[in-house]
């Protein structure tokens, strides 16, 4: 269930653009017309009905995108991101539909926490938005919340993202109440008595620079664990940000095995490695932490095959002056909304690592599929939900201001190919180009 | 090179600043240049007035955000020595107590507009931030387990004085390597100096992934010719982190004892030691510790950094900075 503010829909045609959208096998130059928020037609050749004609020539129009791991910060910290600024971001960055993580202040573990965030979506969201509730009160890992009102409240997953559930027998007891409500668990796996304390991948950087290590094994003994509890108990789980090869590894095996398993990486995964800390720049700072080149490989192998069929960003914005702080003293997370497609297209469809068809599909189709949304998709009949992108566009991040309340991009001052010109999000016209007539 | 930290707030033309950040950013040139500088201070420090002229009307800020006996006096009185005014700040006492951010504590002193900020900082990475948001040269006086960059130096010049050329020696490095900032420092130092070194310890204050031999045997420092003794950190040890059983074991199967030692074998540590524990008193107190010579050596060192930061060094160096910079 997705919640988006009132938005007159769009009426438009688009002409000259390659249509590019891999779930319906479709790469043509085609036109596309919109009546009123909705696909009318896409042919060679469509009518303009007196609409407003956009010319795309030299541009892709695409799926839009679905980020499945967005942190908005609403309620409770309102000064880094709210739902309005978070959905322009998502908006900039090209996406029809984010979900947004429950660990919020307070969790959102109630229905009534649930019900105010939805009640604001819809006055506020400028895309469609969904919310994951979580898995225990308070995420403190001891009781498991009501599950079953929360999704007829709307909870699209639970998650108790940020944290672990540490205790393997709640996990059980989770995977199997859940399956009342036939939603996912999305879980963060981490096992906190390796992590403790740990800041970097555990590493030749992290021994060079002094960090306490935060090793692979982490994070893959609680993959582990969970691929296990899942099989067992028939449940279905989302591996949210995968880092290390183990783990991937681990999630290939389950998959074949037959358990109900997906994941996801995010682009700091698959673009750097722990290298990156080396500058000792708060923005690399993130849990699970930037790891080796094998593990980025690692990822890298399982975006192409499919055994992670998600890229999710897992924006997460933060204070100024909270990153303005020594690294060990600074919070994880960095934003990614607005430089997500971007910074794959440059540092890996560029390059020829990823095919731009399996990028666009990883980053709408695929985190569709594991919630359960309906599929963006080029097609006479959907609702509008569409991106408009110039690929040769070069743009430097941080010279026009993020939508963001927050600036904690790993890519400030990079300079990026890739641009998104215009977003369609639930039919309405949510990111517009005046350039583009 | 001292690396040269340019930001974008500084008029374009303006002469790069010179900072002793981490020990990664020196040459091998650097490192005999400095030595070379040491040893000069160190001469004119037995003449009968010790006080020079060279950093007059200069200001140094020593900003400690950690206890520190050998560093901060030796910083304050290298700067005394050199004629430069000094300001001591100390965490405790200060407007950190009242949660002032480390940006806002530089920010504040940076406003004396001082020349050098000498800062010692629990956490990786401090120093980089001060010279982020001022326009002084730092100094990194320890940030966390990172670097201490001026105790490798110290360090160096007190083997070459004491033992002999550097190239080619061999240094054994004992026990808490992996919450050592000293051990870091000395690795990188070693290698640019040609100085082998053998870390040994408990296995997990062993990083593995550091550029060293390591061996958990206490016998193979007979091969050394300097031991090289970390302070067991206490402060640094979680509870129930379980590195080492207990400091009584820890003091049993790699304390340094007259008997592990060959006879005239030198013995260094940073300090403060812990007698009994990683060091017995025999060893601290026996005339092959050179231990009070590496605090000597940490003054004429440190005056010669204050003196490299602030003058940039021969002509040649300059030089190349701004070309690199260009």
Known sequence: MLWQRELPGASLVIRGARVLDPAERLDARLEVRIDDGTIAEVAEKVDANGHRVIEAEGLVLAPAFVDSHVHLRTPGRED???????????AAGGYCAILAMPNTEPIVDSAATLGALVETACHEAEIPVGFLAAITRGQRGEELTEMGELADTGAVAFSDDGVPVASAGLMRRALQYASITDRPLALHCEEPTLSRGGHVHEGRVAAELGFAGYPSVAESV???????????????????????????????RAREAGVAASGEATPHHLVLTDDAVRSLDPNVKMNPPLRAEEDRQALLDAVRDGTIEAIATDHAPHAAHEKEVPFEAAPFGVTGLETAFASLYTHLVEPGLLPLETLLERMSAGPARIFGLDRPRVAAGARANLVLLDLDRKWTVGEQPFRSRSANSWLLGSKLSGAVRMTLAGGGLVLDSKELA | MIRLVTDDLRPPGDPPRRHLLSVADLTRDDVERLLGTARTFEASLERHVKKLPTLKGHLVVNLFYESSTRTSSSFELAAKRLSADTLNVKS????????????????????????????????????????????????????????????????????????????????????????????????????????????????????????????????????????????????????????????????????????????????????PINRGVEIDPLVADSPDSLVLRQVRSGLVVRMAVLYDVLTGGPVGVQALAAAEVA
């Open chain 2, 92 to 271: 405790t006492g200060s407007s950190v107590d009242k949660g002032e951010s480390l940006k806002d504590t530089a920010l504040t002193l940076g406003a004396y507009g001082p020349d050098v900020i000498v800062i010692r900082h629990p956490q990786i990475g401090a120093p980089q931030l001060v010279a982020q948001v001022t326009d002084a040269h730092v100094v990194n006086a320890g940030d966390g387990k990172h670097q201490h960059p001026t105790q490798a130096l110290l360090d160096l010049y007190t083997i070459r004085e004491e033992v002999g050329p550097l190239d080619g020696l061999h240094v054994a490095i004992v026990g808490d390597v992996l919450h050592s900032r000293v051990a870091r420092s000395l690795l990188q130092a070693f290698a640019l100096v040609g100085i082998r070194a053998t870390l040994v310890g408990p296995p997990a204050l062993l990083p593995r992934e550091l550029p060293a031999e390591t061996s958990t045997d206490i016998d193979v420092i007979r091969d050394a010719d300097v031991v090289y003794v970390l302070r067991m950190q206490n402060e640094r040890m979680e509870p129930g982190a379980n590195f080492v059983p207990s400091l009584r074991e820890y003091a049993a199967r790699w304390g340094i004892t007259p008997e592990r030692l060959r006879p005239g074998q030198k013995v260094m540590h940073p300090g």
């Open chain 1, 222 to 252: 609680a993959v582990e664990r969970d691929l296990a509890l899942a099989g067992y108990e028939s449940g279905r789980i989302h591996v949210l940000h995968l880092s290390a090869v183990e783990s991937v590894d681990a999630l290939r």
């Open chain 1, 80 to 90: 880094e991101e709210t739902v309005a600024s978070g959905t322009a971001a998502a």
